[in-house]
């Protein structure tokens, strides 16, 4: 009798045992890798077509810091590194999303005003919107008004910060779509 019981022990056994735990499914991303890589490039191929007004503002070198971090950049702290965006790209899509919202209300602004970028605009949205596709479309947060005098320097330094941020941009998302 007792290996009849030990039959139905070894038998019955797995039906009173909760079943295994079905492995975590892997975290997924939401963000679109390779169409944020297109889309960084035609920002990139945008930008370098954009021509400055007086040839002399192309060749001005300013040495500007500003303490507040702004306009905002990407710095080593924000995790774009290749081995952290491997691991957890949380905190750099977050500022990618910060600079990107600060440049598509700056080229709205005023200092746009006589040399509209409609073509920056619309990829700069459309990157905006894959970037930041679970909160809906961001909010566009109008800029201070400028001097009409400054808006040319202004608009040089805006273009300069968001060509130099786009490299670094094309960069992660290049990595990340690999």
Avoid at 88 to 94: D, E, S, V
Wanted: aromatic share 4%; charged share 20%.
């Amino acid at each position: 009798m007792a290996p009849l019981r030990r039959l139905c022990l070894c038998l019955c056994l797995p039906l009173l045992l909760p079943p295994p735990a079905a492995p975590a499914p892997a975290p997924v991303s939401r963000t679109d890798w390779a169409a944020c890589r297109i889309l960084s490039r035609d920002l990139s191929r945008l930008l370098a077509t954009v021509k400055e007004p007086h040839p002399v503002l192309e060749e001005m070198q300013l040495s500007e810091e500003d303490p507040q971090n702004w306009p905002p950049r990407i710095h080593c702290s924000d995790a774009c590194d290749p081995p952290t965006l491997d691991t957890n790209n949380t905190r750099c899509l977050h500022r990618i999303l910060q600079v990107l919202q600060h440049y598509r209300d700056l080229l709205g602004s005023d200092i746009f005003r006589e040399q509209p970028q409609p073509q920056l605009e619309t990829t700069m949205d459309q990157l905006l919107g894959l970037v930041q596709q679970e909160h809906g479309p961001p909010p566009r947060h109008p800029m201070a008004p400028s001097a009409t005098w400054s808006h040319q320097l202004l608009r040089h330094l805006a273009l300069k910060r968001l060509r130099s941020f786009t490299a670094v941009m094309s960069r992660v998302f290049t990595h990340s779509a690999s």
